[in-house]
């Protein structure tokens, strides 16, 4: 799913923004809309519609949201920036901002030929995965009737390391072109292998807090011991092959590491 943080300035309010948004991106896939209205986070989608208490009587984050949408099947989310920080992904109406994939201004708001060069744009962007997207893909795959196992690899940021004080959390950068041939390389060496259909790999980027999914890998086979080798396989060849480099960040003080969870 493409997470879309979308900035507003001059005077215009968020739900213009993504109403005309949502209408260019409906051409390429479903979108859901969350922002924050009288205390309460609302999420409007094609699918369906909830609205929640924000963090109250038990109520989900944000980024718990954002997981069920990426469950759900949704293909665009749509975030009113100031509910998650950091840059907008759109800036409209405002000033450029560095980090922004587009700038728009409020007349383009009614210019279908760039907004659907926007839906180009975002598409780009490295989509949002969770354990259980990637297993829903594949039990979608053709060969899916044939296959009497699926296996699955989960790393995840330690919170207590060897050291004894605790980690807060990691920052992943990724060698983005060469990572990501890497990553299809891998992908298509462990498919070549008799027995297994299918395997997705996917590495999360940016900050990863403790105790949060890092890495997965998820395989589609005939049987189970061949996508038991092509999981740890994979894992091992994406520690060892794929440009994806952390910063571990500790109660104590911060540092680049060169092993992955």
Excluded: C
């Amino acid at each position: 799913m493409q997470i879309v943080s979308i900035g507003v300035g001059d005077s215009l309010d968020f739900d213009r923004v993504a109403t005309a948004l949502s209408a260019a991106l409906s051409a390429r896939g479903s979108v859901a809309t969350v922002t924050e209205r009288d205390g309460d986070l609302s999420v409007d989608g094609s699918m369906t519609t909830w609205r929640f208490k924000v963090n109250g009587d038990g109520g989900p984050t944000v980024d718990e949201i954002i997981d069920r949408l990426t469950n759900e099947g949704y293909d665009y989310t749509l975030l009113d920036w100031v509910l998650v920080g950091g840059e907008p992904h759109v800036a409209v109406g405002t000033n450029p901002i560095q980090g922004s994939v587009a700038t728009l201004e409020p007349t383009d708001l009614d210019d279908s030929a760039r907004l659907a060069g926007l839906g180009e744009e975002l598409d780009r962007l490295e989509p949002y995965e969770t354990l259980i997207s990637l297993v829903h893909q594949i039990q979608a795959h053709p060969d899916s009737p044939k296959a009497g196992a699926i296996a699955t690899f989960t790393g995840r940021v330690r919170a207590e390391n060897y050291e004894d004080t605790r980690t807060t959390h990691l920052e992943y950068e990724k060698y983005e072109d060469v990572a990501d041939a890497e990553l299809e390389a891998i992908r298509q060496e462990l498919t070549d292998r008799e027995g297994v259909y299918e395997v997705l790999l996917y590495h999360h980027t940016g900050t990863v807090p403790a105790e949060e999914d890092a890495v997965y890998v998820v395989v589609l086979a005939g049987h189970r011991r061949e996508a038991f080798r092509a999981v740890e396989d994979g894992i091992d060849l994406l520690k060892d092959r794929v440009p994806i480099f952390k910063k571990e960040v500790t109660e104590s003080g911060e540092h680049w590491a060169h092993d992955r969870p």
